[in-house]
């Protein structure tokens, strides 16, 4: 089966059971520190998704590394896709489930790829812009790509503008090959 699809299935599952308990904040704090430790620690990613391990061994890790530093919604679910044995989807479902967190605020999604890095202060004065413009928060995350050659691309839920350097000479390319 198709890891989105399940994702995004498991996403909407931790979604609804979050906001019937009204905890998608904590809850999404919950999915958040558990993606850090597991972007931390691949080895504790690893296990779980390993399947030469038994369903109760990655239930009794869970259990052990989470119980008490999450909600009980976040655990019950943990030991639901256990159940489901899902666990290897683990990450990409919190990441799922975060996104829709935030289009529930209104949150946009920004990704911004440019061509060398910029200074913190860049980042917030483009973020702010953005933010002003769109008329909405943002979620802007910032990315290097130096076949860029200059300027950037800006991602925003899923529509591009390519303002690059790259994207300019081969339109210049193209018009003199025609």
């Known amino acids: 089966?198709?890891?989105?699809?399940?994702?995004?299935?498991?996403?909407?599952?931790?979604?609804?059971?979050?906001?019937?308990?009204?905890?998608l904040a904590e809850v999404n704090s919950d999915a958040q520190?558990?993606?850090?430790a597991f972007?931390?620690?691949r080895v504790a990613y690893d296990y779980l998704s390993s399947p030469v391990k038994k369903m109760s061994e990655k239930k009794e890790f869970l259990f052990s590394v989470f119980n008490g530093s999450v909600t009980s919604t976040m655990m019950d679910f943990l030991m639901f896709v256990a159940d489901k044995e899902r666990v290897s989807a683990l990450d990409d479902i919190l990441?799922?489930?975060?996104?829709?967190?935030?289009?529930?605020?209104?949150i946009k999604q920004v990704n911004i790829?440019?061509?060398?890095?910029?200074?913190?202060?860049?980042e917030a004065s483009f973020a702010a812009i953005i933010e002003k413009k769109?008329?909405?928060k943002i979620d802007a995350?910032?990315?290097?790509?130096?076949?860029?050659?200059?300027?950037?691309?800006?991602?925003?839920?899923?529509?591009?503008?390519?303002?690059s350097v790259q994207r300019?000479?081969?339109?210049?390319?193209n018009s003199l090959t025609v």
């Not at 995004?8 to 059971?17: I, K």
């Not at 995350?141 to 130096?146: I, K, L, Q």
């Not at 300019?168 to 390319?173: A, F, S, Y």
Request: charged residues 30%; positive net charge; hydrophobic residues 40%.
């Open 168 to 173: 300019q000479l081969r339109e210049i390319e």
């Open 39 to 41: 972007a931390e620690n």
């Open 134 to 136: 769109l008329g909405t």
């Open 113 to 122: 790829v440019t061509a060398c890095k910029l200074l913190p202060e860049k």
């Open 1 to 23: 089966m198709d890891v989105g699809l399940i994702a995004r299935r498991y996403a909407t599952v931790l979604y609804d059971f979050a906001s019937k308990r009204q905890e």
């Open 95 to 106: 990441r799922v489930f975060q996104s829709l967190y935030k289009k529930s605020l209104g």
């Open 33 to 36: 520190n558990i993606r850090g």
């Open 141 to 163: 995350s910032f990315r290097v790509d130096e076949s860029l050659l200059g300027g950037m691309v800006i991602t925003i839920d899923g529509k591009q503008l390519d303002c």
